[in-house]
Nanobody, 123 residues
Framework: RVQLVESGGGSVQAGGSLRLSCAVS?????MAWFRQVPGKEREGVAG??????NRYAASVKGRFTISRDNAGTLYLQLDSLKPDDTAMYYC?????????????????????WGRGTQVTVSS
């Protein structure tokens, strides 16, 4: 069984930075960060790949960086934050390996989710 626990959210001013962490217990090969604003669909923000060719949503490319350490903890560095980045951020994972990285934003790909950590960016 995989358990995911996010941390690191908070309130910052526009232009600021945050670093989100996702502690992983169990084994999860495929991992990604999603975010959701009330009343809107959850969207994929960044997908981690073993070969380092990580995937990013167009809205965050160049500002957010996904990484993973040897202990399996997943991170999301958020820089140059904008008010539009305000959302609940979720860590998603699955033990399966998916050879087609183009589907990384498909929620159904991930069998395990954390409870989320709130990021609020003020102007």
């Amino acid at each position: 069984r995989v358990q995911l626990v996010e941390s690191g959210g908070g309130s910052v001013q526009a232009g600021g930075s945050l670093r989100l962490s996702c502690a992983v217990s169990g084994y999860a090969y495929s991992m990604a960060w999603f975010r959701q604003v009330p009343g809107k669909e959850r969207e994929g923000v960044a997908g981690w790949t073993l070969d380092g060719a990580n995937r990013y949503a167009a809205s965050v490319k160049g500002r957010f960086t996904i990484s993973r350490d040897n202990a399996g903890t997943l991170y999301l560095q958020l820089d140059s934050l904008k008010p539009d980045d305000t959302a609940m951020y979720y860590c998603a994972g699955d033990p399966a390996f998916f050879p087609d990285d183009s589907t990384w934003q498909d929620e159904g790909r991930y069998g395990y989710w954390g409870r989320g950590t709130q990021v609020t960016v003020s102007s």
